[in-house]
């Protein structure tokens, strides 16, 4: 038994925590090549999260007329590796995996975006004025309708629960 205790515990529990090696499909491979090439796949998924974020926030075709907002540009991954986009797409033993998997996430992208644009507008900001004041003088007159029904309906019951010798001093038999 060793004098620290607490010592051979954090030892053992850093032996149970090391990672036996990274586990890659095998389509990602291209990771394991160079630091570099997992700070840029790392880059790039950042930045599919942010435009994701902004293609759900914009509904409208207006949103998307530039590229910037939603797609993703070599120029912004090597800057955010810190790295030049030539030598980093272009001539390392990464770099086809690279432009591949970036080309994927980009023609995701524009999947959300086409999907984001056809998608059926729901709510009252999407209506015009007049559709609006249309559907409120609708819906006005139903609930005036369903109101009086109600109405009608109590004072018909109240009739029928009164006693008979109080309707007779009422006069409504």
């Known amino acids: 038994m060793s004098i620290n205790y607490y010592d051979d515990f954090l030892l053992e529990e850093e032996r149970i925590q090391e990672p036996k090696g990274i586990e890659v499909d095998k389509d990602l491979t291209w990771i394991l090549l160079h630091p570099t090439a997992k700070e840029a796949y790392t880059a790039i998924n950042n930045l599919k999260m942010e435009k994701l974020r902004f293609i759900s926030g914009h509904p409208d075709k207006g949103s998307y007329k530039y590229k910037k907002y939603w797609t993703i540009s070599k120029v912004e991954v090597a800057r955010r590796v810190g790295k030049k986009p030539q030598p980093l797409f272009n001539s390392n033993t990464y770099s086809a995996g690279l432009i591949t998997y970036f080309n994927g996430v980009n023609s ?8 984001r644009i056809n998608k059926p507008n729901k709510g009252y900001q999407h209506k015009t004025k007049e559709e609006l004041k249309a559907s409120t003088v609708k819906l006005t007159k139903e609930n005036k309708k369903l109101l009086q029904n109600t109405c009608e309906e109590l004072y018909g019951r109240m009739l029928n629960d009164i006693p008979l010798d109080v309707k007779r001093k009422l006069g409504l038999n």
Request: avoid cysteine.
């Open 108 to 115: 995701k992208l524009h999947k959300a975006k086409y999907d």
